[in-house]
């Protein structure tokens, strides 16, 4: 526990010495003050719908955008090694990575309050929506955090850290979409594994163990992914 507390505490403080987690919090609350403020004036509807909405999409490029350097600079630095010889385990390291991560995204996503406070301000906000759509956008950052820091793992170049990392999480955002090709008798199957109906379940303030299930699992096993990888490169 004491190593993964270290390897948490030095991840989060590096995420703010470094120029890219900057421009990363500055892409992501352009993108998301665009939708939310397009339907706040340009259509007159004061909700969080459409911000809620664009979330997934957001996230599967801005998610491994954070994670792309995790493990990648540490294995083209030769500093993966220095780690490796420290008292902490290979699921240590991953879960300080991971959880520094996730501490992150939720820090960047702590602005977007102002849109529900803007809200209550002009109207009655429904509080319901608002609590299950952030907690619904913290496991969705979860399981793509860990897509990430997988891809992340794999190979020692961040480009394609990234692309890979975007590629798999952009995949599993438009994967309900892409269901006309699948056999009727397997749909039902093939629709759980799409991220968004998950996602839009729990911001609608359903809470269904289905959906819990859905992304706990999605991040146990990239994390265990993750720690695998370790261990073969070992």
Aim: glycine share 8%; proline share 3%.
């Amino acid at each position: 526990m004491n190593g993964t507390l270290t390897v948490f505490k030095k991840e989060l403080k590096g995420f703010f010495f470094s120029p890219i987690a900057y421009i990363v919090i500055t892409t992501f609350l352009l993108l998301s003050g665009w939708f939310f403020f397009s339907t706040f004036f340009l259509y007159n509807q004061a909700d969080m719908r459409t911000f809620f909405t664009q979330l997934p999409l957001i996230f599967s490029f801005i998610v491994p955008a954070v994670t792309m350097r995790l493990f990648s600079e540490e294995l083209n630095s030769g500093s993966f090694e220095l780690l490796a010889t420290l008292p902490v385990s290979n699921c240590g390291i991953v879960v300080g990575k991971f959880l520094a991560a996730l501490v992150f995204i939720a820090l960047m996503l702590l602005p977007t309050l102002a849109y529900a406070f803007s809200i209550s301000m002009l109207g009655d906000l429904d509080p319901g929506p608002v609590f299950g759509g952030y907690c619904g956008a913290l496991l969705l950052a979860g399981a793509y955090t860990g897509i990430g820091l997988l891809a992340s793992s794999i190979t020692r170049n961040q480009i394609i850290a990234f692309i890979l990392g975007m590629v798999l999480c952009f995949g599993l955002t438009i994967f309900n979409r892409m269901l006309f090709f699948v056999p009727e008798n397997l749909l039902a199957v093939f629709a759980y594994l799409g991220s968004t109906a998950h996602f839009q379940n729990i911001a609608r303030g359903i809470i269904d163990t289905r959906d819990l299930i859905y992304f706990l699992s999605l991040i146990f096993l990239t994390l265990y992914g993750t720690s695998f990888v370790l261990q073969e490169k070992k």
